[in-house]
């Protein structure tokens, strides 16, 4: 996947929102719930679908190597069972420090920044590019894990209406979130690319509203690959307010290499 680069401050096309922090309220004792359904398509069988419950809350913070993070708990994240994230924000933008549990993978290319401040409409940047990390998964039965290269990148794609169980939202800020692995098989010589997107609703004073996600994995030797679609929408959120929304840190969803 070829990487994108933020557009030019001289596009006349180009939207400045001063206010970006407001999207990613992060306040301690915040609590969004979320309504979400899963559903994987193994190659070569009939798919299956799934409804779950995710609620996300601000729980405090920690420090990791030194740093101030906020700590975002969920306790159920695209199905995938409780996880604490971590995030920092201050004037320039947002880091993720990754999550716990984790993964190897993750743990190879965090932190890495999710947003930038100001924030530009359109606007994109690489985020990360890592090659040859280990991918602590034997995936065509050779006993040995197989090597991966990584990249991702964000695009700030603009402002749209959505709807939600919570209600609609006129000016949510959309975000694209995507991510390809090309993975080295170690027995025959030859790669499989895995790839990730992830679309994001933000809204003012409310933070995250939506996110769908679409993950792809080819066969290899010993996997079938397959498809899995996720979706989470707002039911409900209590969000608390700080003095100084910029001084905050801040919070968007991981992609799903961070799982």
Known sequence: MAPEFALAQSDSRLEMIPDGPLYFPDAIGSRWRYRGHIETLPLQ?????????????????QTINGVPVKVFHDTNPGNHGATNSYYRRDAVGIIYYGSSPGTPVERQVTPYQ?????????????????KGIDFDNDLDGDGSPE?????????????????????????????????????????????????????????????????????????????????????????GADIKTVESPVSQDGRIRAAAYAR
């Open 114 to 130: 999710i947003v930038h401040f100001p924030i530009d409409v359109p606007s994109s940047f690489q985020q990360f590019e890592r």
């Open 45 to 61: 069988q009939i798919s299956e679908r799934k409804t779950f419950v995710n609620i996300s809350s601000v729980t405090g913070t």
């Open 147 to 235: 090597k991966a290269d990584v990249e991702a990148s964000v695009t700030v794609v603009g402002k749209e209406s959505v709807t939600v169980p919570a209600g609609t939202y006129a000016d949510a800020l959309k975000l694209e979130a995507r991510m390809s692995m090309r993975i080295h098989l170690s027995k025959t010589k030859r790669s499989v690319v895995s790839t990730d997107l992830l679309t994001a609703w933000f809204a003012k004073g409310i933070g995250l509203v939506k996110y769908t996600e679409h993950q792809e994995m080819p066969p290899a030797a010993t996997d079938r690959g397959g498809i899995t679609n996720i979706t989470e929408e707002l039911e």
